[in-house]
């Protein structure tokens, strides 16, 4: 008995694991679906949707009235009516878009507003009627997440079921679909079929969630997982996989949240934990967070100020010995590791003193450069095979930007430097691939444009 | 059908406040934004909550204050995000406005709980009890008709004076950067407008009901003209045109229609507010119709 008992203990009570399952579903079901709403960029149609419902409301709730006896608010005329206005809604949308000269966010926000004020209309009808049980139908659009029964919660566990099952059947379809709608329809993918089939389950999804959880509610989980998952990856099913995660994760946390603190309402906490974690991926996100891009930036930065400072390097110390020492067979790597003035070495660029140093101080910590005496350095082995990498890259691009782009000989080093931040090592390799002959007689190109 | 003075009220006042959203509203239609105007009408919400709990008190300009900033802020966020992170306009927009809206909720649930914010007004709007507060006992005017007067008055001089301006911005930003017409610049003073509009209309007609007041005289417009000009003064006279009959329509038609149509007995007036995004919508089919006609024509 006592296992048992301590079992239950440690779980939530029931009314709470209801609530997380449905959420979680909710927040599965919207995050897979919300991402083909991005692609297609119709995130804001479930915000149409959700409005769009209030005639189908308030006329399901007419209609009910007036063909049965029994009071009360019939969950399926409701449904149904909903159902019957969401879809409605979205074919006023697709009208509009295709068949007039309004734009997208036009027919949204048109449907939106034409279908609510038709709606509230109808709703003052209810209200005068003075039918029982008409009080409260206002708020039937914002539906209150702490107060979700069984069956809503498993009702959103199988909408989050088929929602999966569906993308895991038809991804390649759908990819198609949300990437190159005219490459679906030449290769005679199911491309009316799968799009209709695609706004319908969304359609069902956000309203039987606009019920449980609210409007609101609904189109943040439509929306910002999907969004979230963009700053991670360019990859469809890894998009999919992080939204639906992202969906999940911000509704539980959300919904734990207000089941602890006191008058927290659980569906701005959902909501808002769910953009918490748009806004850290905002940040760290690894295809477009701001700070990896900084730091991406900051390293190419980096590297490329080095390469410029080991290179000038390499062509002073170059110049200096009078004869072309290092190039050719003649090569000589002791020479190349004499003391050289940094400032004289450097003149040409104009650094500021302070980036100088930087510079500087960074060679110096990766082991490349050695600090002989104020104002002097030597380069040491590993500096030298830098240095040497540097130079020779940059001068088969020069070779390379000379003999096959045609450009002429005294722009050649300007148009280096604007493509040297991209000289990556692969194309590096290319370059030594397509010099094997020149490489063969001289181990360094001469610089091609002091020739 | 009786005529009371009220009427005449509802129907000045829902026109003024019609004619406030509509001059901002052809620059938002014009320039693909009239969604913004739904997001800037929830994204207010955190603002008034902070304006009452700086101030502690619930009518006060400090909470008109508020809601103006968030408006704004829900408008800068937008174009923050869409920048940064590189997400369709309108997914940028769902995330900021859902989470300032959130933001606002929660604030008010926790620090503000006794002050009731009834959803029920706030996105319906109600203009027959609006036009009921007067600005004085002994007159008939009603505050809501002052206000939707002055922010008219305000935006009309603003599209006036600006008017070079906000059609280089709209249609040419780059171009704008060129000639230093501050496109920018222009952007944040057309969002701030439509904070203050949607603010002020936000008791007449509601939150949700704002937007057709916003976008629908434009839309309807643009099927009649493609002169900008024109345009403005056609919304104009459209969004007028809406308010009367619409007003007229939810006192004497939309009640009895509907109560014979579904069997009720009793029968009254229908939000008025609502009976104007009605009628509007059915003058944008007659315009959609028109134009088809006149291109097979």
Known sequence: MSLAFALSDLLPPHNLRVVYLGVISLGIATGLLGCFLLFRKRSLLSDTV??????????????????????????????VGSLLFGWLSVQAVQFMVRHTKLRQDAALAISLTGFYGFGVVLLSVVQKS???????????????????VEAESWMLFGAATVASVLTALFLKELNALCFDEGFTQTQGLPHRWLDQALMTVSLVVAIVGLQT??????????????????????????????????????????????????????????????????????????????????????????????????????????GQQQVRLFCGLAFSRKLALTEFHIADTIAKRNWSSQKRARI?????????????????ATLTEKGLDRAIEAAKTHRLTELYLMNHAEIAQKNVHQFVERIEEITTPE??????????????????PLEPHER | MTWLTLDTWIVATSALVAIACVLPGCFLFLSRQSMMSHGISHAVLPGIVIGHLVTGEVDTPALFIGAILAGVACAVLTRFLQRLSGVEEGAALGISFTTL??????????????????????????????VFSSISPESQLPETFIKAGIAALVNLFFVVIFFKELTISTFDPNHGDSVESRPRLMYYLLMTLSAVTCVVAFEAVGSILVVSMIILPPAIASFFTKNLKHLIILSVLFA??????????????????????????????????????????????????????????
Not at chain 1, 52 to 57: K, S
Not at chain 1, 269 to 294: D, E, P, V
Request: hydrophobic content about 50%; glycine content about 10%.
């Open chain 1, 50 to 79: 959700g409005h769009a419902t209030l005639p189908g409301v308030a006329g399901g709730f007419l209609l009910s009235s007036m063909f049965s006896d029994f009071a009360g608010k019939n969950f399926l005329a409701l449904f």
């Open chain 1, 213 to 318: 959880v609210g409007l609101l509610l609904i189109m943040a989980l439509f929306i910002i997982p999907p969004s979230t998952a963009r700053l991670w990856t360019n990859d469809l099913k890894t998009t999919l996989l992080l939204s639906a995660l992202t969906g999940a994760l911000g509704a539980f946390a959300g919904a734990l949240l207000s089941a602890n603190i006191p008058h927290l309402p659980a569906g701005a906490s959902i909501i808002l934990a769910t953009s918490l974690l748009f806004f850290l991926s905002l940040l760290f996100g690894k295809r477009k967070g701001i700070l990896t891009r900084y730091l991406q930036f900051y390293t190419i930065e980096k590297r490329l100020a080095q390469n410029q400072f080991l290179r000038a390097v390499f062509d002073n110390l170059e």
């Open chain 1, 130 to 148: 003075g039918l029982p049980d008409a009080s409260g139908l206002e708020y039937y659009l914002y539906g209150m997440v702490a107060s979700m």
């Open chain 1, 360 to 376: 500087i101080t960074s060679l110096k910590n990766a082991g490349s450069l050695e600090i002989t005496a104020a104002g002097r």
């Open chain 1, 427 to 444: 194309i590096a390799q290319d370059l030594r691939a397509i010099f094997k002959q020149k490489l063969q007689q001289e181990l360094i």
């Open chain 2, 101 to 130: 809206f959130a933001l606002g909720l929660i604030m008010q649930r926790l620090f503000a709980d006794n002050v009731h914010i009834e959803p029920n007004h706030i996105l319906m709007g109600n203009l027959e009890v609006a």
């Open chain 2, 240 to 297: 007028v045109l809406g308010c009367g009959l619409g007003h007229v329509l939810s006192i004497t038609t939309f009640g009895p229609l509907f109560a014979k149509a579904f069997q009720l007995n009793d029968y009254s007036s229908t939000n008025t507010a609502a009976g104007i995004t009605v009628v509007l919508c059915i003058m944008l089919v007659i315009g959609i119709v028109q134009s088809k006609l006149i291109r097979k024509g």
